[in-house]
DNA sequence: GTATTTTCTGCAATCGTTTGCAGCACCAGA
DNA sequence: TCTGGTGCTGCAAACGATTGCAGAAAATAC
């Protein structure tokens, strides 16, 4: 590890508010009052501010003025990675939002900070954002233990929290299941596979409770043989496929918790000389946009990426704007996209 | 506009260095000089400020360091967007990177400021980011214009300037180009139709010159009827394909200026009943994670996206550390990857 | 004409750091 | 014993805003 050179030269060229205030011939406190807004000040005067402001190219110093009021006017978002259909239409829903408010984004990939969750948390929460935007963290606590106060701000996506009343937002993981699994009963499968995603999140325990229901209701006995954990990512997904094409009895079609594992098993199951949906059929879960340009088109059941998103932010403003605001959850439906994988099973 | 409610309450429960500085016994500024490094400190004093912080859970506060410091060790990175693999693969290495430095990444997607983005670029590089990354800015000169600096860091992705002499890193797209149309011509091919990109963005017109010097290396008359505008994007590419089918002679092979507009491409193609390769032959530029999983899976030239990202944080960094550093431009090699979306013409 | 309110403006303190400068202890060299 | 460094520490002044309080000016009431 090198030393760092400290070159922390200041070149202060910027102008302030001080020089604006000079400019226009007023205190440097009107000018503060001209650009935080609500207060009263003289029509006349804020426009020699503004003009003297806009004649010196000034603009606010973010930190300064967070330091002074204690907002900053930007808000955290927590993800695993962006390099995912998943969070990336999250992600695009939340600056959609966004960008209809006065706040920023900051981005942290969680894996960044592997083991020191709590102590970033801290800092960022520290006044550099005022508000947090979890997205399926899988540890949830060590990131909300590390909040500085009992009411900091945050909304957690894609995850239950069992531990307190966190603002959540989700979608009907559960029914979703149940839906996939039930059209697969439909189209005739008796022997439906499930990948399962990370154990750890709920939505992956949502999800194979679903899967399992839809079959009791069918009155197929669940069959432990068939359910195979994955780990919501491609290879994850191909990887158990080819194991469960390997026991004794094969699957007519599989059920993947997420869309990203059904890409997996969809290689696997070609690997093996199979053909889709004639031979095995394939349902996921997300609908991310990749899932309509893979061949077959992937049949699959859709959750709102961008509005998940966009609730998700306007659930942060809210509480944001009212930090009396308690906690609640919004769960959207998820709905059935019927594709190209599936099929009614072969005699 | 609604008037936001002025609720900026100081919740002051924050623990600052004078705390632990009491703490610990020492003076404040002896408990800066610890967390900020690069100062003798006794090694006994430094242990007690340590112990007294973490039994306090201080953590620093980064807008008052960077306000008296100058430093905010944050980068910005501007994007036109992340619902793109092209992006989201370079935004990869860049938070890759980033990750073994100090330093945290503020993104923004520049859609959001449409015709501010010079107020913008002040704000932002007024303090709170330390350098700025920007990938493919369609009008560069609306952002650098407004750097506060001469020589504020800065770093453009995949996009030249002919302005000044700015860091600058990118493809050989020109050769790359050359090399699609040249494989498309030792198949066998001699109308090759073109799809370009978004014209302003220098990566386009190098492709297409790359393409047409191919052409004319062939000795094929470089046929403008051919040549058609697209926009770097799915349905840009799914237009104008369909344009060249509808044209009297019609291209046996297509190269389409990124892999986004291919997509399209590919979906016109088998919307007029043709097949490919077989009918017409496709080839892309990128290699996005989608272009291999796509039906058929496609040829393309692949650019190093996570490694444009990395060496983009690189050559930041690099300007951070030592400001006199000028300007330069690394261009990464560009690679044809073959896969099934090409083949020779029929007859 | 005086008293009271309303509207606007300015002063000064504050937010939590960094850092130049000065001071102090301690030790080595003469 | 005196001098001159080193190494370390502390004081105080920034950094650029916000905001409570007080006061001036203008408007209104009596």
Redesign the interface.
């Known amino acids: 590890m090198k030393?760092?050179?400290?070159?922390?030269?200041?070149?202060?060229?910027?102008i302030t508010i001080v020089d604006v205030a000079k400019e226009a011939g007023v205190s440097y406190s009107t000018v503060s009052r001209v650009f935080s807004?609500?207060e009263f000040v003289n029509e006349d005067t804020r426009r020699k501010v503004v003009e003297a402001a806009n004649r010196l190219?000034y603009?606010?110093?973010?930190?300064?003025r967070?330091?002074a009021?204690?907002?900053?006017n930007?808000v955290g978002?927590l993800v695993p990675?962006?390099?995912n259909g998943y969070i990336?239409?999250i992600?695009?829903g939340i600056?959609q939002e966004l960008?209809n408010s006065?706040y920023?984004?900051?981005?942290?990939?969680t894996?960044?900070y592997a083991g020191k969750e709590a102590?970033y948390v801290?800092?960022i929460a520290?006044?550099?954002v005022d508000g947090l935007l979890l997205i399926v963290p899988l540890v949830t606590e060590n990131y909300l233990q590390a909040l500085?106060?009992q009411d900091f701000p945050y909304v957690l996506v894609d995850q239950a929290d069992s531990e307190r009343p966190s603002t959540t937002v989700d979608v009907t993981n559960w029914q979703g299941a149940y839906e996939a699994t039930s059209y697969l009963l439909g189209l005739g499968h008796k022997r439906i596979g499930f990948i399962t995603g990370l154990t750890q999140l709920s939505s992956s325990t949502e999800r194979l409770d679903g899967y399992r229901a839809a079959l009791e209701h069918h009155r197929i006995a669940v069959n432990p043989d068939l359910i195979i954990e994955g780990n919501y990512e491609t290879n994850g997904g191909y990887l158990s496929m080819l194991r469960l094409l390997d026991r004794p009895i094969r699957p007519t079609a599989v059920f993947a918790a997420n869309d990203l594992s059904a890409?997996g098993a969809l290689e696997a199951i070609r690997e093996r000389g199979l053909e889709i949906p004639r031979d095995v059929s394939v349902i996921g879960f997300d609908d991310i946009?990749?899932a309509s340009?893979?061949?077959?088109k992937l049949t699959t059941i859709r959750q709102p990426l961008i509005q998940i998103g966009q609730v998700a932010v306007r659930l942060l403003l809210e509480k944001l704007?009212?930090?009396e605001k308690e906690a609640r959850r919004v769960t959207l439906a998820t709905e059935l996209v019927i594709r190209d994988s599936c099929a009614p099973p072969r005699e």
């Open positions: 030393f760092q050179k400290n070159t922390r030269k200041k070149s202060h060229n910027s807004g609500f190219g603009v606010v110093n973010l930190q300064a967070s330091l009021g204690g907002r900053s930007i978002l990675g962006i390099d990336s239409e992600v695009k600056d960008a006065q920023d984004l900051m981005l942290y990939t894996h960044r102590y801290k800092m520290n006044g550099l500085p106060t890409f946009p990749e340009i893979v061949y077959p704007d009212d930090p």
